[in-house]
């Protein structure tokens, strides 16, 4: 993961960068898979993996691949980038260790909700009856978040009216789509932008 | 350094390679001129603060937070709620952004932060 990344840096392609881009995507999902979170780890091969690369790519065909060449590489942002990372480090050697049962994390709310789900709100799986019930407020607001992006991008590139911006009407049906997350469409889509 | 202090600090390992991801992705943000390439760079640090989030919430021994007879310890179903939004956000915002660059390009001509940036210029002497 730590490899794509890097390489995410030097590549120039951008084609390559959003392919590989989706790439990190999947060993993320991966990655949540081993630490337990199933539902994530779906979510994020989908969305993650799926939509926004199928997203890019649309921008791709609309400017273009290539990036330009640059001669010097930007020293300053590099030791900018070092030092947050040590500062960062730094900061780790307080925290609870991982897989630590006696975390903070774990002595709040969370015990609580494995406890008294099951019979509160129902289904076995913890992750939707908090989703769902406990934390109903946050997904209502992460809808509202969706569709004020949605009619954002309506209105950026959407009702453009001269003919010269390429593919405007394909792209609004792509961004639609991406309202609902419908996820067996992003294949068609990805034809359709190719 | 003895065996324990080894260990010890191999506990923080997680933190460690959420901080290798995230500086990639902030070094991406603001060391590279293209916008598209920008976007991906705010992916990559997104990423790795969900990683962070989820490796908090495991629990050693653990299963996956779904209710099983015979299952005791359970890994914490509260962060993994928090990123399972985060990340249907962040794809809504990454589309707001991808927009915002392909209005870019149809004004400017060009994806790259510092031909704008003179192109502005221009435009300013001239006015």
């Known amino acids: ?194 | 350094m003895s065996w324990e202090v080894v260990t010890d600090l191999l506990g923080l390992l997680n933190y460690w390679v959420v901080i290798i991801l995230m500086m990639a992705g902030f070094y991406v943000v603001i060391a590279q001129d293209n916008l598209v390439k920008k976007i991906v760079g705010l992916n990559i640090f997104q990423v790795s603060v969900f990683v962070f989030y989820i490796s908090m919430g495991k629990v050693s021994d653990g299963t996956a937070p779904i209710l099983e007879e015979g299952i005791e310890v359970y890994s914490n179903p509260l962060p993994h709620v928090l990123i399972l939004t985060a990340i249907v956000v962040g794809v809504a915002t990454t589309a707001l952004a991808l927009a915002l660059v392909v209005r870019i390009n149809h004004s400017y001509g060009s994806i790259e932060e510092d031909e704008i940036q003179v192109i502005e210029h221009d435009e300013e002497e001239i006015a």
Request: charged share 20%; proline share 5%.
């Open chain 1, 1 to 194: 993961m730590a490899a794509t990344a890097y390489y995410l840096t030097r590549l120039r392609n951008l084609f390559a960068v959003v392919m590989l881009s989706g790439v990190y995507s999947l060993f993320a999902a991966a990655l949540y898979m081993v630490l337990d979170a199933v539902d994530v780890a779906f979510t994020e091969a989908a969305v993650g993996a799926g939509i926004s690369t199928v997203l890019m790519l649309g921008t791709l065909s609309m400017t273009t691949d290539k990036e330009k060449v640059r001669k010097k590489p930007p020293l300053t942002a590099l030791i900018l980038v070092f030092m947050t990372g040590g500062v960062l480090v730094y900061g780790t050697f307080d925290m609870p260790r991982y897989g630590d049962p006696n975390a903070p994390i774990h002595q709040h709310v969370a015990n609580r909700f494995i406890e008294r789900s099951g019979e509160e709100v129902g289904p076995p799986n913890i992750v939707t009856s908090v989703l769902a019930s406990y934390r109903g407020y946050d997904t209502l607001g992460e809808t509202a978040v969706v569709f004020t992006a949605a009619v954002g991008v309506l209105i950026i590139i959407g009702r453009s009216k001269d003919r010269s911006m390429p593919n405007a009407k394909a792209v609004r049906r792509r961004e639609e789509d991406d309202d609902i997350t419908h996820e067996p469409s992003a294949k068609e889509k990805e034809d359709a932008s190719s």
